[in-house]
């Protein structure tokens, strides 16, 4: 398998897969297309790799897979002894709909707190519509932690909602966000840190 991404230190689309490929254990390539580079990227040099013109893609044989939900749909499928996604329905659904969520929405924290693993930490000014965003996450963690019992938003396995959720903790931490203040109590503040103790992150953001 070969796994092609953005620059580490920004590419939060590429950490999901990157994770979760990660997490099962397969020997895997990585190809690495550097993003925002002054003479900039070309589409065409990324279409070398990728049909869409975006990274991340996977390749495996002669498939390629583009999209990181539709990658790690694929890598849970492919691996399923990995747990990538819990074995209970309802749980799973549950996991499969916070995932969703995140792929699909939350443009405001995406566009006002961009993931940059190598800024300072530093407190930002949000607008009224992130702090609405947070709030939406602060509860769907909670929820879910509290529904299913952690530590993980499926349950007990770390799986891909989990690694869709790692660059948004990115976030709180580079911008100085306290969930404390959009109704945590603890416990979602508790599993962000949580997501940048996985051995896996550890491993991505050295390299970032």
Same mark, same amino acid.
């Given at each position: 398998?070969?796994?092609?991404?953005?620059?580490?230190?920004?590419?939060?689309?590429?950490?999901?897969?990157?994770?979760?490929?990660? @997490?099962?254990?397969?020997?895997?390539?990585?190809?690495?297309?550097?993003?925002?580079?002054?003479?900039?990227?070309?589409?065409?040099?990324?279409?070398?790799?990728?049909?869409?013109?975006?990274?991340?893609?996977?390749k495996d044989?002669?498939?390629?897979?583009?999209?990181?939900?539709?990658?790690?749909?694929?890598?849970?499928?492919?691996?399923?002894?990995?747990?990538?996604?819990?074995?209970?329905?309802?749980?799973?659904?549950?996991?499969?709909?916070? @995932?969703?969520?995140?792929?699909?929405?939350?443009?405001?924290?995406?566009?006002?707190?961009?993931?940059?693993?190598?800024?300072?930490?530093?407190?930002?000014?949000?607008?009224?519509?992130?702090?609405?965003?947070?709030?939406?996450?602060?509860?769907?963690?909670?929820?879910?932690?509290?529904?299913?019992?952690?530590p993980w938003?499926?349950?007990? @396995?770390?799986?891909? @909602?989990?690694?869709?959720?790692?660059?948004?903790a990115t976030?709180?931490?580079?911008?100085?966000?306290?969930?404390?203040?959009?109704?945590?109590?603890?416990?979602?503040?508790?599993?962000?840190?949580?997501?940048?103790?996985?051995?896996?992150?550890?491993?991505?953001?050295?390299?970032?």
């Amino acid at each position: 398998m070969e796994l092609v991404i953005g620059t580490k230190a920004w590419s939060s689309w590429s950490m999901r897969p990157w994770l979760v490929l990660k @997490a099962t254990g397969a020997a895997f390539d990585e190809t690495l297309v550097q993003l925002r580079r002054e003479n900039g990227v070309s589409e065409a040099e990324i279409r070398q790799h990728s049909p869409s013109g975006l990274v991340p893609c996977l390749k495996d044989g002669d498939l390629t897979i583009t999209d990181s939900l539709s990658i790690c749909e694929y890598l849970a499928e492919t691996f399923p002894d990995a747990g990538l996604w819990p074995k209970d329905a309802a749980a799973r659904a549950l996991a499969r709909s916070a @995932a969703a969520e995140m792929h699909s929405g939350f443009a405001s924290l995406r566009g006002e707190c961009p993931m940059d693993l190598a800024a300072p930490v530093h407190v930002a000014t949000l607008s009224e519509a992130t702090h609405k965003d947070i709030r939406r996450i602060v509860a769907l963690w909670n929820g879910l932690l509290g529904r299913l019992g952690g530590p993980w938003l499926g349950g007990e @396995a770390w799986g891909v @909602a989990d690694a869709f959720y790692t660059p948004v903790a990115t976030r709180f931490r580079t911008y100085g966000v306290k969930l404390s203040d959009y109704g945590d109590a603890g416990a979602a503040g508790q599993y962000a840190e949580r997501l940048l103790e996985t051995p896996e992150f550890r491993a991505w953001e050295a390299e970032a």
